[in-house]
């Protein structure tokens, strides 16, 4: 079957580092996304990997490993407009298939 | 502002009623879905539409009905709906339909439904 897991909730302080992990088990791979989505907001992109290793894009980065089905998102530097709800997705099956994990909210605390 | 567009933001059903929900792009995409987000729970795919065509219909009730009159428009036709099938629903377009090789989906605010 097709599964996605990340936790559930996690918290941090205000300029500190957080990484939230996401694991997977799909019939296909064509890549693994990154969402973040703000309450009452759309979900919006972050990030793409499809090669194994880290990508940074500023204060994120993110990292595949797709021998291990594992990829992290990491935010350093939190900001308080960092608190919303990141969703791990994968590309599965070819054309239009997404495939999202629950969600992970995190709250930042000053 | 994403550049997708979703009307209305909440919506409140009885079971009998009919009611729509509409979307629209203004990015010059291809593709459209639509999603489900019911709490806690991960987002579902429901449609997607590639140049106005339907290719994907996740094996969804047919109480839920989506039209795509052109690129730029999708709707979904609701009647008879359950209490169950209150949620988020989530519209999102792509440049093309390969998401699942690095085409990052935009979406809107959603509308947020209750079904009573």
């Known amino acids: 079957g097709q599964n996605i897991d990340q936790p559930t909730e996690m918290t941090a302080t205000e300029g500190a580092i957080v990484q939230i992990n996401c694991t997977y088990q799909?019939?296909?791979?064509?890549?693994l996304f990154w969402y973040q989505q703000h309450a009452g907001e759309a979900p919006t992109f972050l990030s793409y990997?499809?090669?194994?290793g880290l990508e940074e894009k500023g204060r994120f980065s993110s990292f595949l490993s797709r021998s291990k089905g594992y990829s992290y998102l990491l935010l350093k530097e939190l900001q308080m407009k960092d608190s919303a709800s990141y969703l791990c997705?994968?590309?599965?099956?070819?054309?239009?298939?997404?495939?999202f994990g629950a969600g992970t909210r995190l709250a930042v605390h000053p | 502002e994403t550049g997708v567009t979703q009307t209305p933001r909440h919506l409140v059903m009885g079971m009998t009623n009919k009611k729509s929900l509409k979307c629209e792009q203004h990015?010059?995409?291809?593709?459209m879905y639509w999603y489900k987000q019911s709490a806690k729970k991960p987002l579902e795919l429901m449609f997607v539409?590639?140049?106005?065509?339907?290719?994907e219909n996740n094996s969804v009730p047919s109480r839920f009905s989506p039209e795509c009159p052109n690129s730029s428009h999708l709707f979904l036709h609701l009647h008879t709906l359950q209490p169950e099938d209150s949620a988020l629903y989530l519209c999102?377009?792509?440049?093309?339909?390969?998401?699942?090789?690095?085409?990052?989906?935009?979406f809107g605010s959603g509308t947020q439904l209750s079904v009573l």
């Open positions: 990015l010059g995409h291809n593709a």
């Open positions: 999102a377009s792509s440049q093309d339909g390969e998401t699942g090789r690095g085409g990052k989906l935009f």
């Open positions: 539409y590639n140049f106005k065509e339907q290719t």
């Open positions: 799909t019939s296909g791979f064509n890549g």
């Open positions: 990997n499809v090669l194994d």
């Open positions: 997705a994968v590309g599965s099956g070819g054309y239009n298939k997404l495939i």
